[in-house]
């Protein structure tokens, strides 16, 4: 995990490290559930609105930051030649802080705001990673279902089980 200078004081070293074990866990559950022949690996870098504005402009076209975006490997030309490199996530702190404190339709066990919603966004830019999608009710209904199902495993203690 790549936590940029400009956000390392809102993401003190016990929340990068609970984050980091629990994204971990998500992506032991995902290789579990596509029966992946090999570990699924992606990366996750947390940074400010400046930085997340101009990727999602560079990007997407979009001339605004956002709070999360994901850069999926497996997508075009190539993308089955590593199929355990999932690609990139990358997190604005700034705006998942205002973010925290609205409240989510999916159930997040963690008890800091903060601490849920950047699980949240992680949890949300894996799935995109997976091959999900929100574009319509159905998309999101089934992302939305992914999405829980990955925030519980990585919450519950003992052997990972497919997620």
């Known amino acids: 995990m790549i936590v940029d200078l400009a956000v390392r004081a809102q993401v003190p070293p016990p929340l990068r490290a609970r984050l980091g074990r629990r994204v971990e866990r998500m992506l032991r559950a995902a290789a579990l559930s596509e029966q992946a022949p090999a570990p699924l690996e992606m990366s996750l870098r947390l940074t400010d609105d400046a930085a997340i504005h101009e990727l999602n402009r560079d990007y997407r076209g979009k001339d605004r930051p956002t709070d999360v975006l994901a850069f999926a490997m497996r997508e075009g030309e190539g993308g089955d030649l590593h199929p355990e490199l999932l690609g990139d996530v990358v997190i604005s702190v700034d705006t998942a802080a205002r973010q925290a404190r609205r409240s989510r339709p999916i159930r997040i066990g963690e008890a800091e705001p903060l601490a849920a919603e950047l699980l949240f ?43």
């Open 121 to 163: 966004l992680a949890a949300h830019g894996l799935c995109h990673l997976l091959g999900y999608d929100h574009r319509d009710d159905a998309e999101e209904a089934a992302m939305n279902a992914r999405m829980q199902a990955l925030l519980d495993e990585a919450e519950r203690r003992g052997p990972t089980r497919a997620a």
